[in-house]
């Protein structure tokens, strides 16, 4: 185990949200045309619980979302892994959003499943925390030697989140 982390040694890190562009093309399609390709269009009926992977952002009571699987760590290896994730068709005309040196709104009222990844994708360390407490274990894991990003899931649920990157 690494000595104890010191905020001065602190990483600086970015978190981004992933590219409209792929699903794009998706919003288009009817709902026999998703559920074609395992994707299924769906309306959030709370304002939790339906976290956007493109604007990093909980959607709206409301809003429109496509719920599809998704290949979120793709390496050649026994880490390769895919699952669920929403994607906001609202998200979908904007940039994907980018967070440096700090969270996503939704994050601190989730708790997290970190994941410190080495540059072949084999995973060198873990961590579960509360969404609050989040930050400086981020630091930390990034400054694992090896580590080259961490993943960050919903460990309730187990969905991928995003990817921290070294900034």
């Known amino acids: 185990m690494a000595s104890r982390f010191l905020e001065r040694d602190a990483m600086s890190f970015v978190i981004r949200g992933l590219s409209p562009e792929p699903?794009?093309?998706?919003?288009?399609?009817?709902?026999?045309?998703?559920?074609a390709r395992n994707i299924r269009r769906v309306v959030a009926d709370a304002d939790h619980g339906f976290p956007?992977?493109?604007?990093?952002?909980?959607?709206?009571?409301?809003?429109?979302?496509?719920?599809?699987?998704?290949l979120h760590h793709d390496v050649v290896g026994p880490y390769r892994?895919?699952?669920?994730?929403?994607?906001?068709e609202a998200a979908l005309r904007t940039p994907p959003a980018a967070f440096r040196d700090a969270l996503p709104p939704s994050f601190p009222r989730r708790l997290l499943s970190l994941r410190a990844?080495?540059?072949?994708?084999?995973?060198?360390?873990?961590?579960?925390?509360?969404?609050?407490?989040?930050?400086p274990h981020l630091h930390r894991l990034l400054a694992l030697p090896g580590v080259a990003y961490l993943h960050v899931h919903n460990a309730r649920r187990g969905c991928y989140a995003c990817r921290v990157d070294p900034a």
Do not use: H, K, N
Not at 23 to 35: N, Q, T, V
Not at 81 to 88: E, K, L, N, T
């Open 23 to 35: 699903f794009r093309p998706l919003s288009a399609l009817d709902d026999a045309e998703l559920a």
């Open 52 to 70: 956007c992977r493109v604007s990093l952002q909980d959607a709206r009571q409301g809003e429109t979302l496509l719920l599809l699987p998704y």
């Open 81 to 88: 892994a895919s699952g669920p994730i929403f994607v906001s």
């Open 117 to 135: 990844y080495d540059a072949e994708g084999m995973m060198r360390d873990a961590e579960v925390v509360e969404g609050v407490e989040a930050t």
